[in-house]
Structures are given as structure tokens and as C-alpha cells.
């Protein structure tokens, strides 16, 4: 025989019963029916609890870890239920019949790559101060080695046999850094002129003035000395009728010199060239620019403290401004003759001097 019982009437659920004042069903407790399915209902301890599901304490916390020691490593007891932990480098649910314990490898190749990356990131800010000093001294020493190569030194020598006279140390040195910005890093689409012995850059300086910079030739013969010549000669002339020379620049490649803008091309291009078709250069305007330009050809060979031969006067060489005021220029083939040398000895393109009671040049 099997005695059973329930609580409650025949047609109770467990929740119809919840819903009354006498659910007999206390803490951490639920209700069920009896497994015969017989009237009412009866009540159970919650998983991780134990004791009198109908004591008005309820049923009480289960603790795993004094009764059953279920972990491996370190137990936690919880209400209801117990959580186990892995130490520190290991992984693994902590189990005694799950994974367990056991050593985190990737934590200890994560720490490795961590203080491999650490002693890297130390050792490059340790060392990026020897690296920008190295790069600093090997750009002072390029810088240098261009001086040198551009007549920096054969400069020197040259304003100090002309100690006294206007030199070229009231023109302005400029860097390569302020050249190259004002040229858009040398663009072919602002080159305004080719000669023999450069190319003629139209550039915008940091004050927004604009000048005409021209950068010598790669490979020319004697390119050192035909630099220095026009440093020194123009450095020299203070005249409305020749470009003026506002500085240069010794630290690129190839020597570079800085002009004050002649607006409105060459003599030649208002002959010869494309804008002789609608030239307005009447005769009157033609003498004034034959009248300026003997002027300051006459300025050259008498006005100046040493006389300058200027060696290449020609139609391209004689710039106009938007006055049409005559501006001579290109004196990269002129030479400086002493005031006690009473013949010049010299004649460009390969022509021969011939002497009698004047001079002059026969090809």
C-alpha cells in the first residue's frame, strides 16, 4: 500500500495556488504537482538549496564548497550555486569532472609580444633623438658639400679681394626650403625663360613678392665660376636699367639666383617673337629702350667702381617692364675689368680681339 498527500483540492494547480494568501510554498521553494497527478499540489527545494520547503524560513543555501569540494583550484560559494576559478595564467572551467585547470599559453605569449612591443617602443624614443641628430649633421654636411660645389668658397675669396665695394652681402641668402615653396617645387608650367645657362622660374616668396629665380644648368662647364661672376658683377650695380640681383641661394644641387620680376618679357619676344604681331613699340619707344640700355651699358663700363663688360648685349637679354623701360640682364658672361687694365683681353664665342688704336672683337 502507498500512502501519498498534497495540499490543496482536487482541481488545484500550482498556479491557481500561488495567486492565494495560504500558497504553502516558502523561500527558495517551488511548487509542483504529484507525480500520480493525484489532488493538489506539493512543494520542492529550489537546485543548491536543502531542507523544509514549508518552514517559514524557506529552504536553505546548498554550500558546495564545504560539502562536495567540486572545483580544482578556488571554490566561490553563491546562493544556489558555487562558481569555480582558474589562477591568474591559467585557463579552463575549474572543474573537478569538467576541463580544470591548465596553463594559458596565449596569456604568456600575449605578456611576451607586450614587453617585446614595450622594449621596442622604448628603444626607438631612446634612439630617435641619435636618429634626427645623424640626419640633421648629414643634411649640415650635404648642405655643405653644395656650398662648396656652387663657389660658395671661391665667392669668399672673390668679395674679399673686393673688400670696400657694394658686395653681394647686402643681397639675401635664401634657403632652399623658402626657394622651392615659391616655385611649387620647380613646376615646369611657371618657367618663364631658357638660356644657356639656366632656366628662369617665376616664383611667389612667403611676403607674397614676386621675383624671378634662375637655376643654373646640371653639367655646364665652368657653371662655378660663370655663378660667382654674376653674383659678384650684379652685386655691384645700383641702376634703374639693369635687374637687380635680391639674393641667392648656395645650399641645392645647382646654384640659384634671385631676381627682382620683369613683368613684361624680353626685347626680343616684342621683335621677333609672337607679340611682335601686335608690338607697340613705335619708333620713339624703340629709341628710348636703345637710349636706356646704352645708358646703363655706359653706367657698366664708366659709373661703376671697376669697370663691367658686359659681353652678351643682345635682344634676349634685355627684359622690358610694363613701362617699357628697358632692364638689361644675364651677366653670367661679363667680366670685371681693373681700373689700371686699359685693354680687355677677352672676346665671347670664341671670336679673337684686335687691337690698334681701339678695341674690338672679330668672330
Given at each position: 500500500?502507498?500512502?501519498?498527500?498534497?495540499?490543496?483540492?482536487?482541481?488545484?494547480s500550482?498556479?491557481?495556488?500561488?495567486?492565494?494568501?495560504?500558497?504553502?510554498?516558502?523561500?527558495?521553494?517551488?511548487?509542483?504537482?504529484?507525480?500520480?497527478?493525484?489532488?493538489?499540489?506539493?512543494?520542492?527545494c529550489?537546485?543548491?538549496?536543502?531542507?523544509?520547503?514549508?518552514?517559514?524560513?524557506?529552504?536553505?543555501?546548498?554550500?558546495?564548497?564545504?560539502?562536495?569540494?567540486?572545483?580544482?583550484?578556488?571554490?566561490?560559494?553563491?546562493?544556489?550555486?558555487?562558481?569555480?576559478?582558474?589562477?591568474h595564467?591559467?585557463?579552463?572551467?575549474?572543474?573537478?569532472?569538467?576541463?580544470?585547470?591548465?596553463?594559458?599559453?596565449?596569456?604568456?605569449?600575449?605578456?611576451?609580444?607586450g614587453?617585446?612591443?614595450?622594449?621596442?617602443?622604448?628603444?626607438?624614443?631612446?634612439?630617435?633623438?641619435?636618429?634626427?641628430?645623424?640626419?640633421?649633421?648629414?643634411?649640415?654636411?650635404?648642405?655643405?658639400?653644395?656650398?662648396?660645389?656652387?663657389?660658395?668658397?671661391?665667392?669668399?675669396?672673390?668679395?674679399?679681394?673686393?673688400?670696400?665695394?657694394e658686395?653681394?652681402?647686402?643681397?639675401?641668402?635664401?634657403?632652399?626650403?623658402?626657394?622651392?615653396?615659391?616655385?611649387?617645387?620647380?613646376?615646369e608650367?611657371?618657367?618663364?625663360?631658357?638660356?644657356g645657362?639656366g632656366?628662369?622660374?617665376?616664383?611667389?616668396?612667403?611676403?607674397?613678392?614676386?621675383?624671378?629665380i634662375?637655376?643654373?644648368?646640371?653639367g655646364?662647364?665652368?657653371?662655378?665660376?660663370?655663378?660667382?661672376?654674376?653674383?659678384?658683377?650684379?652685386?655691384q650695380?645700383?641702376?634703374?636699367?639693369?635687374?637687380?640681383?635680391?639674393g641667392?641661394?648656395?645650399?641645392?644641387?645647382?646654384?640659384?639666383?634671385?631676381?627682382?620680376?620683369?613683368?613684361?618679357?624680353?626685347?626680343?619676344?616684342?621683335?621677333?617673337?609672337?607679340?611682335?604681331?601686335?608690338?607697340?613699340?613705335?619708333?620713339?619707344?624703340?629709341?628710348?629702350?636703345?637710349?636706356?640700355?646704352?645708358?646703363?651699358?655706359?653706367?657698366?663700363?664708366?659709373?661703376?667702381?671697376?669697370?663691367?663688360?658686359?659681353?652678351?648685349?643682345?635682344?634676349?637679354?634685355?627684359?622690358?617692364?610694363?613701362?617699357?623701360t628697358?632692364?638689361?640682364?644675364?651677366?653670367?658672361?661679363?667680366?670685371l675689368?681693373?681700373?689700371?687694365?686699359?685693354?680687355?683681353?677677352?672676346?665671347?664665342?670664341?671670336?679673337?680681339?684686335?687691337?690698334?688704336?681701339?678695341?674690338?672683337?672679330?668672330?
Open positions: 500500500m502507498v500512502l501519498n498527500w498534497a495540499i490543496g483540492e482536487e482541481n488545484d500550482c498556479n491557481a495556488a500561488q495567486k492565494r494568501q495560504d500558497f504553502a510554498c516558502k523561500a527558495n521553494s517551488k511548487c509542483v504537482k504529484p507525480v500520480d497527478r493525484s489532488a493538489g499540489y506539493i512543494c520542492q529550489l537546485p543548491g538549496y536543502q531542507g523544509n520547503p514549508y518552514h517559514p524560513d524557506g529552504c536553505q543555501d546548498i554550500d558546495e564548497c564545504m560539502t562536495t569540494s567540486p572545483c580544482s583550484e578556488t571554490c566561490e560559494n553563491k546562493p544556489g550555486y558555487y562558481t569555480c576559478r582558474c589562477p595564467g591559467y585557463k579552463g572551467d575549474g572543474k573537478k569532472n569538467g576541463t580544470g585547470c591548465s596553463k594559458d599559453f596565449s596569456l604568456l605569449l600575449i605578456l611576451s609580444l614587453i617585446g612591443v614595450g622594449l621596442l617602443v622604448l628603444l626607438v624614443e631612446s634612439s630617435w633623438p641619435i636618429y634626427w641628430g645623424m640626419k640633421k649633421q648629414k643634411y649640415i654636411k650635404l648642405k655643405e658639400k653644395y656650398f662648396k660645389e656652387n663657389g660658395g668658397l671661391l665667392l669668399q675669396q672673390q668679395l674679399a679681394s673686393y673688400h670696400g665695394v658686395s653681394v652681402e647686402t643681397t639675401k641668402i635664401f634657403t632652399a626650403e623658402e626657394l622651392e615653396k615659391a616655385t611649387d617645387n620647380y613646376h608650367s611657371i618657367v618663364v625663360g631658357e638660356g645657362y632656366i628662369v622660374y617665376k616664383g611667389i616668396l612667403a611676403d607674397n613678392k614676386v621675383v624671378a634662375k637655376k643654373s644648368k646640371v655646364i662647364p665652368a657653371q662655378k665660376e660663370q655663378f660667382v661672376n654674376e653674383v659678384i658683377v650684379l652685386s650695380i645700383n641702376h634703374r636699367n639693369v635687374v637687380r640681383l635680391l641667392c641661394c648656395l645650399e641645392t644641387p645647382v646654384p640659384l639666383l634671385v631676381y627682382e620680376y620683369i613683368t613684361n618679357d624680353t626685347l626680343f619676344h616684342h621683335i621677333h617673337g609672337q607679340k611682335s604681331k601686335g608690338s607697340s613699340l613705335s619708333w620713339e619707344l624703340r629709341l628710348k629702350i636703345a637710349a636706356e640700355t646704352a645708358g646703363a651699358l655706359a653706367y657698366l663700363h664708366s659709373s661703376t667702381s671697376t669697370p663691367i663688360i658686359h659681353r652678351d648685349v643682345k635682344a634676349m637679354n634685355i627684359l622690358l617692364d610694363d613701362n617699357y628697358a632692364k638689361v640682364s644675364d651677366f653670367g658672361a661679363s667680366r675689368v681693373p681700373m689700371d687694365q686699359t685693354q680687355f683681353w677677352s672676346c665671347p664665342g670664341g671670336a679673337t680681339n684686335k687691337q690698334s688704336s681701339g678695341f674690338f672683337c672679330q668672330a
